[in-house]
């Protein structure tokens, strides 16, 4: 089992950036693929990135691609999500999700077959 804090969000102007942190708990984390998963104010969460067990896989939404890097570092148990030229319509709370399964590039884009999520950090991106 692993646990998962996220953090570095905050409010930013648009086209400004930020990089989000997910710490997970645990020795295994490196068997661990990993996704980001942002929710808007009314609407439903929606796949942002995810990156595979070695990092050798990174796969993004499209709304977010060039402008978004995700990355992991597993000696220090933390993914990354590096976030560039955000946009209003970034703004949502961000959630980094984690499974042991090998996931197709399909199956990554669904939040369902991600086993352990953390609470989530608040990004905001003013006009």
């Known amino acids: 089992q692993v646990q998962l804090v996220e953090s570095g969000g905050g409010l930013v102007q648009a086209g400004g950036s930020l990089t989000l942190s997910c710490a997970a708990s645990?020795?295994?984390?490196?068997?661990?693929?990993v996704g980001w998963f942002r929710q808007a104010p009314g609407k439903e969460r929606e796949f942002v990135s995810r990156?595979?067990?070695?990092?050798?896989?990174?796969d993004y939404a499209d709304s977010v691609k060039g402008r978004f890097t995700t990355s992991r570092d597993n000696a220090k148990n933390t993914v990354y999500l590096q976030m560039n030229s955000l946009k209003p319509e970034d703004t949502a709370v961000y959630y980094c999700?984690?499974?042991?399964?090998?996931?197709?590039?399909?199956?990554?884009?669904?939040?369902?077959?991600?086993?352990?999520w953390g609470q989530g950090t608040q990004v905001t991106v003013s006009s």
């Open positions: 999700a984690a499974t042991l399964r090998t996931l197709t590039a399909v199956a990554a884009l669904q939040d369902i077959w991600y086993d352990y």
């Open positions: 645990g020795r295994t984390f490196f068997s661990y693929a």
């Open positions: 990156i595979s067990q070695s990092g050798g896989r990174t």
